[in-house]
C-alpha cells in the first residue's frame, strides 16, 4: 500500500512540474471522469460489474459569446466475463464551428492475480465538423466563406490500463489519427495522447479520498494536466476539489437513489479570457445499473414446496 501511494504522489508531483503554457482546445474538456472512468479511456468499457449511462452537458466561460459547449452521452457494460463494450456521442460546439463524433470502443481485460487486471481498449469513430456559415462572424471572414460547410473524418482510439486493488495507472490515445479538411486548414485534428493515475484511500467506513492525475499531450500544442481530490462520505456524497492548468475547480455530487449518480462543477479562473466570464457549469447525470447479487441458495423447484425441497 506504501509503495503504491508513493508512486501516485510521485506522478501528481511530476505534473506540477509541467511548462505552464498557454493552449488551445484541441480536446472537448470534462469532469465527469469522477464519476466516469470511461470517459478517460476505452480500456474502462466494461471494468466494473455494473452497466453504466452517462449524459453530460458543459457550458464553458459563461457569458461569453462564443464559448465552447459541450454535451455528451456514453454508455458501457461487460459483454461477458473478460470483455467490455462502449460507445460515445459528443457534440462540441464553439461559435460558428461545430464538432460532432461518435465512438464504439471494446475492452479485453487480463485477470493477471487476485488482486491484479491488465485491460486493453480500442475504438473506432467518425468526426464530423461543420460551419454555421448563416452567422454573420462567418460572412464577414472571406476565408470561412470559402470553406466547405462540412467535413468527416475517420477517428481511432486506443487505451491500456492496469489496477490493483486501489491503484489505477493507464495511458490512453483518444485521438490516433489526424486529419484535416481538402481545401482549407479549418478543420485540422491532431492526435491526442493522456497519461493517468487515481488510488483510493479508506481512512474508516464512512471517509475515502481518490485522487485523480491526469496529463494530457496533444500533439503540436501544449500539455494540459489536471488533478481533482474527491472526498467522498458513505459512497454516497462527495465534494470535488480540483487544480487544472489555467484554472481551479469545485464540484460536488451524490447517489440520488438506487444507482441515480448527480455532478456538478464549477470551474474559474483569474487570467485570460475565463476571468471574464462567469465561469464554467458542467452538469452530468448518470444510471449504473449493479447485476445482482448470486444467492448461496439452492434454486427452487416448481413442482414441490420450498420447505420440502430444503428437507429433502
Known sequence: MK???????????????LPNRGE?????????YVVNKFSISPAYAGAG????????????????AGAPETKSINVNGKLCKNMGLGGSVTSLQAGIFTNL????NYAYHVHLSATQWLSLGIGVGVVEN?????????QDDPVVMNADRTSNIIDASFGILYHNKNLHIGFAAPRLISGEDKDQNLYYLSPQYKGHISYKLTFNTAWAIEPVGIVSLPKNAPAYYEIAVPIMYQQKVWLT?????????????????????FNYSYEFSSTGIASKSSGTHEITIGWKLSPKPKSDE???????????????
Do not use: C, M
Open 3 to 17: 509503495k503504491a501511494a508513493t508512486l501516485f504522489l510521485l506522478f501528481l508531483f511530476s505534473i506540477l512540474l
Open 24 to 32: 488551445a482546445q484541441q480536446f472537448s474538456l470534462s469532469n465527469q
Open 49 to 64: 460489474d455494473a452497466f453504466e449511462v452517462f449524459g453530460s452537458y458543459r457550458r464553458d466561460w459563461l457569458g461569453i
Open 101 to 104: 463524433s461518435a465512438n464504439l
Open 130 to 138: 461543420h460551419l454555421d456559415l448563416s452567422s454573420k462572424a462567418a
Open 241 to 261: 476539489p480540483a487544480y487544472k492548468k489555467s484554472s481551479l475547480a469545485i464540484g460536488i455530487g451524490a447517489r440520488i437513489f438506487g444507482g441515480f449518480v
Open 298 to 312: 439452492p434454486a427452487k423447484d416448481k413442482k414441490k414446496p420450498y420447505y420440502n425441497w430444503l428437507k429433502k
